[in-house]
């Protein structure tokens, strides 16, 4: 069974840092790419960031750019994202996602989301 398990949201100071996490498991997390997708009160989905699945190439939306770092260990099946710098703007509900190309086909998961919330 594909699961996707965020953790490490929480409150933090604008200015401050957090680290989020994404636990996988039931596929092969090597094999996806991996995208780390928010949602802040009232709006859209807003893509923060995206890296490959050999973790050697990755790519941040504007509002991540300079203050985000994403990362992955593929022996641990497991995401990250370093979060710097942190604005009130950034509070969100943040997803974990895998996708990767079957044939012609997009195939996508998500996890249930990590709260991240700044405030002073």
């Known amino acids: 069974q594909v699961q996707l398990v965020e953790s490490g949201g929480g409150l933090a100071q604008p200015g401050g840092s957090l680290r989020l996490s994404c636990a996988a498991s039931?596929?092969?997390?090597?094999?996806?790419?991996m995208n780390w997708v928010r949602q802040a009160p009232g709006k859209g989905l807003e893509w923060v960031s995206g890296?490959?699945?050999?973790?050697?190439?990755?790519f941040y939306g504007d509002s991540a750019e300079g203050r985000f770092t994403i990362s992955r260990d593929n022996a641990k099946n497991t995401l990250y994202l370093q979060m710097n710098s942190l604005k009130h703007e950034d509070t969100a509900l943040y997803y974990c996602?895998?996708?990767?190309?079957?044939?012609?086909?997009?195939?996508?998961?998500w996890g249930q989301g990590t709260q991240v919330t700044v405030s002073s």
């Open positions: 996602n895998a996708q990767k190309f079957v044939d012609t086909d997009l195939v996508s998961a």
């Open positions: 039931g596929f092969i997390f090597g094999n996806y790419v």
């Open positions: 890296i490959y699945s050999d973790g050697l190439d990755t």
